[in-house]
């Protein structure tokens, strides 16, 4: 197989597709990627805000928000107001959810071993460090949006529609034609 010339669209698809593996193992609990990751995360830093949440498990904080809400009404997750501030929520799994937790732990590992399959170790080290470096660039670096120019000719094209005479009725209710 040839050296991709667009690696970074492989990226896309490697996560495409780990995603995928991911919920066809976690099919039976009803739970997405993203729900998924937010829970795992959340269990690992209970008592964090959303906003910070958002950060951890990098998630965009109006998605997050949705997907919180979703876990609420599963009874996977809540939210308590926090004593210092409350316009901030403290973020917790319930009881319920520890023991899907332990299963999503293991799907993590399923789907990780799978997609690491003969791998070994020392390029596994390799790809988690040079994932984390690509990770690190991409976070770091604010482009501003780039202007895509099409190939469009420079002047720009005029809707023609046929000069439509006024219907028999239009003249009737507008008093005869237009002149």
Known sequence: MDTP??????????????????????????LDF????????????EGVTQQR??????IAPPWLGRTL???????L????????DRRMWSLAI?????AIVQLLRYIVSESL???????????????ANALERVIANLSAARVGP?????????????????????TPEAKRLNGGSRA
């Open 77 to 84: 997750a809540r939210r308590r107001p926090r004593p210092a």
């Open 113 to 127: 071993s799978e997609a690491l399959r003969g791998l070994p170790a020392d390029e596994v080290a390799i790809l």
């Open 146 to 166: 780039q202007r895509v120019v099409a190939h469009r000719s420079k002047r720009r094209r005029r809707r023609s529609s046929p000069a439509r005479s006024p």
């Open 94 to 98: 319930t009881e319920d959810a520890r």
């Open 69 to 75: 809400d979703r876990l609420e009404a599963m009874g």
């Open 5 to 30: 010339v667009f690696p970074g669209f492989r990226f896309g698809e490697a996560a495409r597709l780990y995603a995928r593996r991911f919920e066809e193992r976690s099919r039976n609990l009803a």
């Open 34 to 45: 993203v729900q998924c990751r937010a829970l795992l995360v959340l269990a690992e830093n």
């Open 53 to 58: 949440l958002s950060e951890l498990a990098a």
